[in-house]
């Protein structure tokens, strides 16, 4: 299509797949209830989901947060899940079960964003979620291991640079052993640049 032969005309492209129609139908979510609004947060196209999950916690309507929690806990996509999740969050209606049940999530990007939520919480004072992100500093899944030090980290848990040493002799991969060894040395800035 030799796109990028045309400069300077401040253009922007929408680029369809040449197999596929193009969605056509208009947004008007501050048009739609809320129960609509929970559906499109399945929705194909991630801009629908954001602004659906935006419009919802703009709103406050806590009359979706079972629908919500049914999402994050079985929905059939990672994405509306993620989004439920975050829009449970949002509305100030998350609870210690259900990020609990995201934890131990089959999916590991859901247990890692079940991790990141769980944060708010243990703000928020539910200080049981220090030994949950002590058990996830083992999962299987490098990437929930490193999440669950990052959030212990960030909230503050006590004694976690005991926990992590602990976690770097069992746990196998690299990447968690590293982030466990920075995580109890940060490293040194450097000196030498020159805007140090």
């Given at each position: 299509?030799?796109?990028?032969?045309?400069?300077?005309?401040?253009?922007?492209?929408?680029?369809?797949?040449?197999?596929?129609?193009?969605?056509?139908?208009?947004?008007?979510?501050?048009?739609?209830?809320?129960?609509?609004?929970?559906?499109?947060?399945?929705?194909p196209?991630?801009?629908?989901?954001?602004?659906?999950?935006?419009?919802?916690?703009?709103?406050?309507?806590?009359?979706?947060?079972?629908?919500?929690?049914?999402?994050?806990?079985?929905?059939?996509?990672?994405?509306?899940?993620?989004?439920?999740?975050?829009t449970?969050?949002?509305?100030?209606?998350?609870?210690?079960?259900?990020?609990?049940?995201?934890?131990a999530?089959?999916?590991?990007?859901?247990r890692?964003?079940?991790?990141?939520?769980?944060?708010?919480?243990?703000?928020?004072?539910?200080?049981?979620?220090?030994?949950?992100?002590?058990?996830?500093?083992?999962?299987?899944?490098?990437?929930?291991?490193?999440?669950?030090?990052?959030?212990?980290?960030?909230?503050?848990?006590?004694?976690?640079?005991?926990?992590?040493?602990?976690?770097?002799?069992?746990?196998?991969?690299?990447?968690?052993?590293?982030?466990?060894?920075?995580?109890?040395?940060?490293?040194?800035?450097?000196?030498?640049?020159?805007?140090?």
């Amino acid at each position: 299509y030799r796109l990028d032969k045309v400069v300077g005309l401040g253009r922007i492209w929408r680029i369809t797949y040449d197999g596929q129609e193009r969605d056509k139908k208009q947004a008007h979510m501050y048009d739609e209830k809320s129960a609509t609004l929970v559906t499109y947060l399945n929705h194909p196209n991630g801009w629908w989901q954001d602004m659906a999950q935006q419009v919802l916690v703009l709103r406050k309507d806590k009359s979706v947060v079972p629908a919500l929690i049914q999402m994050a806990l079985k929905g059939s996509t990672i994405n509306g899940r993620i989004h439920a999740l975050w829009t449970l969050e949002g509305l100030g209606a998350l609870t210690a079960p259900t990020v609990q049940s995201l934890v131990a999530d089959a999916n590991p990007r859901m247990r890692i964003q079940a991790l990141k939520a769980s944060e708010t919480l243990y703000k928020a004072g539910d200080k049981s979620f220090a030994a949950t992100y002590q058990k996830s500093m083992l999962d299987a899944d490098s990437e929930v291991a490193m999440q669950a030090i990052f959030s212990a980290k960030f909230v503050k848990v006590p004694e976690l640079a005991e926990h992590v040493k602990a976690i770097m002799v069992k746990h196998p991969s690299g990447g968690v052993k590293l982030v466990g060894e920075q995580t109890i040395t940060p490293p040194k800035p450097r000196q030498n640049g020159p805007f140090n």
